[in-house]
């Protein structure tokens, strides 16, 4: 048990290290540049000033962090179940793929920052505009995820049910998504990294609160250190939720899980 436990330790430590130190050297670069130079904190705040600001107006940060959240995790679970569907349907029917995948693909050419204000136009300051924004920003990686993992199954284990008398949908629960998981959870990890930028962004093009407005606001009043806090904040938030992508797959499909680690 301690020679297993030594060893993800090691393997944790390898793998935060190197970024941790980068980090941490980009803050004193940047901690020196700005007390060398005497900049505006208008300007460019250093990061123990951001840090003083973001404690000092912690509770209203948190105030505007809950809302974010929350649009956060409806728009991703809207989008959850629209690319399951999806994929799920492009995955039974064939004419269905040939004429959405295409459509798909082409839909990441439309630019969100033209299409965020417009729906606050079209449906106001409420909740849909932004969980229309998360759902388009994530449903891609998602669905495309989703379609190619079904498609890249085994197909000996599907011609073998096949030839035991079994059905689409057998073949389709026992093979064909235990198959897809590994692309899915990969998938997943890309469009929760986009949820909250994609929240942020769309309470940034118009909202009552949340981060996005927050830094609109403390952008409007020259507050450049809450600005940064508050982009702390949705860094953190991004971090978080993507760490907790890995604490499902380890419970969903822990095989795969150590299969991957060797």
């Given at each position: 048990?301690?020679?297993?436990?030594?060893?993800?330790?090691?393997?944790?430590?390898?793998?935060?290290?190197?970024?941790?130190?980068?980090?941490?050297?980009?803050?004193?670069?940047?901690?020196?540049?700005?007390?060398?130079?005497?900049?505006?904190?208008?300007?460019?705040?250093?990061?123990?000033?951001?840090?003083?600001?973001?404690?000092?107006?912690?509770?209203?940060?948190?105030?505007?962090?809950?809302?974010?959240?929350?649009?956060?995790?409806?728009?991703?679970?809207?989008?959850?179940?629209?690319?399951?569907?999806?994929?799920?349907?492009?995955?039974?029917?064939?004419?269905?793929?040939?004429?959405?995948?295409?459509?798909?693909?082409?839909?990441?050419?439309?630019?969100?920052?033209?299409?965020?204000?417009?729906?606050?136009?079209?449906?106001?300051?409420?909740?849909?505009?932004?969980?229309?924004?998360?759902?388009?920003?994530?449903?891609?990686?998602?669905?495309?995820?989703?379609?190619?993992?079904?498609?890249?199954?085994?197909?000996?284990?599907?011609?073998?049910?096949?030839?035991?008398?079994?059905?689409?949908?057998q073949r389709f629960r026992y093979v064909r998504l235990p198959g897809a998981l590994p692309s899915f959870f990969t998938a997943l990890r890309i469009g929760i990294t986009y949820a909250v930028t994609g929240a942020v962004f769309a309470e940034y093009a118009g909202a009552k609160e949340g981060l996005g407005i927050f830094m609109s606001l403390q952008k409007n009043s020259f507050r450049t250190d809450l600005v940064l806090a508050a982009v702390v904040v949705t860094?953190?938030?991004?971090?978080?939720?993507?760490?907790?992508?890995?604490?499902?797959?380890?419970?969903?499909?822990?095989?795969?899980?150590?299969?991957?680690?060797?």
């Open positions: 048990m301690i020679a297993p436990a030594r060893g993800r330790a090691r393997r944790t430590l390898t793998a935060v290290l190197p970024p941790l130190v980068l980090v941490v050297v980009g803050l004193v670069v940047w901690q020196w540049a700005v007390t060398s130079t005497g900049v505006r904190p208008q300007v460019l705040p250093s990061p123990l000033r951001v840090l003083e600001q973001g404690w000092r107006n912690r509770e209203l940060i948190w105030t505007h962090t809950v809302p974010t959240l929350q649009v956060t995790a409806i728009g991703f679970a809207c989008s959850l179940a629209l690319s399951w569907a999806l994929a799920i349907a492009v995955d039974f029917s064939r004419w269905l793929r040939r004429a959405l995948t295409p459509l798909l693909v082409a839909s990441q050419t439309i630019p969100i920052i033209v299409i965020a204000p417009l729906l606050i136009i079209w449906f106001g300051f409420g909740l849909l505009p932004k969980v229309v924004v998360i759902a388009l920003v994530t449903f891609f990686p998602i669905a495309i995820g989703l379609i190619e993992g079904f498609a890249a199954t085994d197909r000996k284990a599907t011609d073998l049910l096949r030839s035991m008398g079994a059905s689409r949908w860094a953190l938030l991004s971090i978080g939720l993507f760490g907790l992508t890995h604490l499902v797959e380890r419970l969903v499909i822990p095989w795969h899980v150590k299969r991957r680690r060797g």
